[in-house]
């Protein structure tokens, strides 16, 4: 059974710092590229940061340079660490695979106040 768990979300002022964690399960983690997601209210979900099964990692252009995914194979866990937030960065975050999505987890909430 695929499960997708996210963590580490919470309020936060401008400028701070988050490290969402992901725990997965039910997918063959190491060879999958796997993605950070947010969503903000009435917005479409977009991918935000992804990271290759090799660990190469890509950023959207809103994020490039605050934010760092990674993963750690023997976890089974991919992270995003956060830095620099902006008020704009308020969403929900999810994980996910990039190529065929799986069932979306539940999300963890990042709000960032001025």
């Known amino acids: 059974q695929v499960q997708l768990v996210e963590s580490g979300g919470g309020l936060v002022q401008a400028g701070g710092s988050l490290r969402l964690s992901c725990a997965t399960s039910?997918?063959?983690?190491?060879?999958?590229?796997m993605g950070w997601y947010r969503q903000a209210p009435g917005k479409q979900r977009e991918l935000v940061a992804s990271?290759?099964?090799?660990?190469?990692?890509n950023y959207a252009d809103s994020v490039k340079g605050r934010f760092t995914i990674s993963r750690d194979n023997a976890k089974n866990t991919v992270y995003l660490q956060m830095n620099s937030l902006k008020v704009e960065d308020t969403a929900v975050y999810y994980c996910?695979?990039?190529?065929?999505?799986?069932?979306w987890g539940q999300g963890t909430q990042v709000t960032v106040s001025s």
């Open positions: 039910g997918i063959i983690f190491s060879s999958t590229t």
């Open positions: 990271i290759t099964k090799d660990s190469r990692p």
């Open positions: 996910n695979t990039v190529a065929v999505k799986v069932t």
